[in-house]
């Protein structure tokens, strides 16, 4: 993936300025959901329950549920007493113990009640100096780190699962737990040099983090004379999914001897990761140094490193595996034997793309490795470099083929045939699936002139490294080539692929702006979707949600074919006690073609259903807004919020092009609450859409319109646009947004009933 560099002075000052107004505008809500930091230790092993602690950004108190991702492993909160604090007062209250009451039922989402008496002397003393401040009752203070019991089953799938925590303030984001087969060594104390490394005894996974800047972790293990070991560090990749962290670890790690000699050291390999095998000639004490690569450091920062003499594959040969087969395979990694030949077995109707199984050796199970799965046969790429064209390897499409870039400069191209005007689509999955490969493809015609290429693939504003070249029309009939190659012409035996060459066939792919939907009683939320169209799909797409649970209800909308976003309201039933559950969103549609002059309207395509991929939100460097795909989507319903009621009148808006009407908003603030708000029926950041579900032709007037509510202020408005040429629409889903402020991305938002608009009336040519 091509990473560019640009020092602008305006640029530098510009993101100067929005981390100035970042900081500056930090925790303008009073109620957000608790965004799960780290997991210390990193890495729980399979067989074994160990306390780990969870750190937030927000609130985990009342923790009383835990989700864990996939099968064998469970995870349950540990009771922990309640957390107090008082403002500063002359007078220092005197806790009594016998009057701390703990509430029975925690899990309903009542905290725990503190009750604290002052000595009487002191509030004496208090009263006759008037200008002492009296001390204020005590209220809870924000706990920031819980203690959560995972369970690994002896038989669960090494690998990161994901978790959530179900908290009264509502849905966690996602954590992530490692799952290892080795004992778990966690740093302790000041192990920054040889003289105080951690004693480890082999095989383990250590963990720990690099809190500050120049912190280097060190830990001391004895081996034998011949003895090779793996180090496998996973840290860089298990940030990705964090949701407030803005600047990431860049991990380096080192083996060194008595004398500190370093023996070996690795930085990349897994994307940002390291990996390292290495042969001990001689028996004696070594150390394992662990440090970021620029010496810099958060407290975030986890790593766990898992040390053991096993095979470690990494990749297959080939990659490519049809769904519902069992296959032989070559083995590529490290601690295998030459030629390592293993089994693995897909399940029947294994979704099309990276999927994680677990190989075989001489019936050995290994760790588990990434392959790539497709419904068809693959095609398999002939084992020699094909530098020119007439050498290209024949293909017929569609195909699903499985290949690598064996040697340093390696190029592979295949040809197939192609009619003048028929459209096709070619997509590498490489990076997705472990693999080393950063690849290129590019398109030439038999003369060897070059008519397109292609580097990273991009969903909206979210890149990635793996190619792909959507509807490509070919320009005339004859034999056309596809080439595959690594950006920088690098090669080697884990440079695998998987390239597949179809007919372009509109179709549409969802995802979600984020990963969960936060509700309580009385106020809704919203969920916007957005439509990525494939191959000049058209047409609506109807949205659906499967796994509401007892107490929650959802209006859905849809994607009309002039938009990218549909939207989707949730409501709690008053009363309804916290809770969460999983969801899926299903968008179904038909691609509706363009007339052709001349030729008979078209018909209809089939119908086509999608399920809309969660994707959580992130905080960029310089105060943007990210998304990064998650495994898991909720609702969450929580305790009353910041906003408990937003009314809006009227709920349906009919205009006529050229037509302005006005949206009455009126916000019930919660207990307490006077900060800004922010009334929209668009989600943006910094300007930037990121869910709008309004027509085509419909605006905001925002200078008829009063969207601020400072201080206590409770009432605004909205006035919608239609332009001349509005075209017509019915009924439209929109949500009405009264959002605050958790931080510079982040917001909560609040929405009241379902706004319906419509456009009616020719619209002006």
Not at 29 to 34: C, K, L, N, T, V
Request: glycine content about 8%; aromatic content about 6%.
């Amino acid at each position: 993936m091509k990473r560019f560099i640009s020092i602008v002075p305006l640029l530098v000052i510009m993101s100067v300025a929005v981390s100035v107004v970042a900081s500056a505008s930090q925790v303008l809500a009073q109620a957000s959901y608790p965004m799960l930091m780290d997991v210390r230790p990193l890495a729980v092993q399979a067989g074994k329950t160990a306390e780990h602690v969870v750190s937030a950004r927000y609130d985990l108190f009342g923790t009383f549920q835990v989700f864990v991702n996939g099968e064998g492993v469970t995870g349950e909160a540990v009771p922990e007493p309640a957390l107090v604090e008082t403002k500063p007062v002359e007078t220092k209250p005197v806790v009594d113990p016998k009057m701390l009451a703990k509430d029975p039922k925690p899990a309903e989402g009542k905290p725990a009640e503190v009750k604290a008496v002052v000595d009487a002397k002191s509030a004496a003393a208090a009263e006759k100096k008037p200008e002492a401040a009296k001390p204020e009752p005590a209220k809870k203070k924000e706990q920031t780190k819980h203690k959560i019991r995972f369970t690994a089953a002896a038989g669960a799938l090494p690998g990161v699962r994901e978790f959530r925590l179900v908290t009264p303030q509502g849905l966690s984001t996602v954590g992530q737990l490692i799952v290892v087969r080795d004992p778990v060594v966690v740093e302790s104390g000041t192990n920054n040099t040889q003289a105080t490394a951690n004693p480890v005894v082999l095989p383990a996974t250590v963990c720990g983090a690099i809190e500050a800047a120049e912190d280097v972790d060190m830990f001391k293990f004895h081996v034998d004379a011949g003895k090779s070991y793996v180090f496998h560090v996973r840290s860089a990749r298990y940030e990705d999914k964090i949701h407030d962290l803005q600047i990431h670890v860049d991990p380096l790690i080192a083996l060194k001897n008595e004398a500190g000699v370093v023996l070996a050291a690795n930085d990349n390999f897994f994307a940002g990761d390291p990996l390292l095998q290495y042969t001990f000639k001689n028996a004696g004490d070594y150390y394992l140094e662990v440090r970021d690569v620029r010496f810099q450091g958060n407290e975030y920062w986890q790593y766990s490193v898992e040390i053991h003499d096993r095979p470690l594959v990494v990749t297959t040969v080939p990659a490519v595996l049809k769904a519902g087969t069992k296959q032989s395979v070559e083995l590529i990694g490290v601690q295998l034997p030459s030629g390592a030949k293993g089994e693995l077995e897909l399940p029947a109707g294994a979704a099309d793309g990276p999927q994680w199984v677990r190989p075989k050796l001489a019936g050995v199970a290994l760790d588990p490795v990434q392959v790539i799965a497709t419904a068809l046969a693959p095609t398999l790429e002939n084992n020699y470099e094909k530098p020119t064209f007439a050498e290209a390897q024949d293909i017929a499409v569609p195909a699903m083929i499985a290949g690598r870039i064996a040697k340093q400069g390696e190029i592979d191209n295949f040809a197939f045939a192609a009619k003048k005007g028929q459209a096709f689509t070619f997509e590498v999955t490489a990076r997705r699936a472990q693999s080393s490969l950063d690849s290129i493809i590019a398109i030439y015609d038999e003369k060897g002139t070059r008519l397109t290429e292609s580097d990273d693939g991009q969903i909206h504003k979210m890149s990635y490294s793996d190619s792909i070249l959507e509807n490509w029309i070919a320009p005339a009939d004859g034999k056309f080539i596809v080439e595959v190659r690594d950006l920088h012409l690098r090669g080697g035996e884990a440079f695998t692929y998987g390239l597949n060459v179809s007919r372009a066939e509109p179709y549409f792919t969802l995802h979600t702006d984020m990963d969960k939907v936060l509700i309580a009683g009385g106020v809704g939320a919203q969920m916007f979707v957005r439509v990525v169209r494939k191959n000049g799909f058209l047409g609506e797409i109807e949205l659906k949600v499967e796994g509401l649970p007892a107490g929650v209800r959802a209006e859905c909308g849809k994607i009309l074919a002039s938009g990218l976003d549909g939207s989707i309201l949730f409501y709690a039933e008053p009363g309804t006690k916290p809770k969460a559950a999983p969801l899926r969103i299903l968008g179904t549609g038909k691609h509706v073609p363009l007339p052709v002059k001349g030729e008979p309207v078209a018909a209809n395509g089939p119908a086509l259903t999608a399920v809309a991929s969660p994707w959580q939100e992130t905080y960029m460097p310089g105060g943007g807004r990210g998304h990064y795909p998650v495994d898991t989507l909720f609702v969450s319903v929580c305790n009353p919020l910041d906003v408990v009621k937003v009314t809006v009148e009227p709920t349906e808006v009919v205009l006529k092009p050229g037509e302005s009407k006005k949206l009455e908003i009126a916000i019930e603030r919660g207990a307490g609450f006077d900060k800004n708000l922010t009334l929209d029926l668009i989600y943006r950041h910094l300007a930037s859409p990121f869910g709008d579900s309004l027509p085509k032709g419909v605006t905001i007037d925002e200078k008829q319109s009063k969207m601020l509510l400072t201080a206590k202020d409770t009432k605004g408005y909205i006035t919608l646009t239609a332009a001349k040429d509005a075209p017509p629409v019915e009924k439209q889903l929109v949500p009405v947004m009264a959002q605050a402020s958790i931080n510079f991305v982040m917001k909560m938002s609040y929405c009241g009933a379902p706004l319906r608009v419509s456009v009616v009336g020719e619209a002006a040519k």
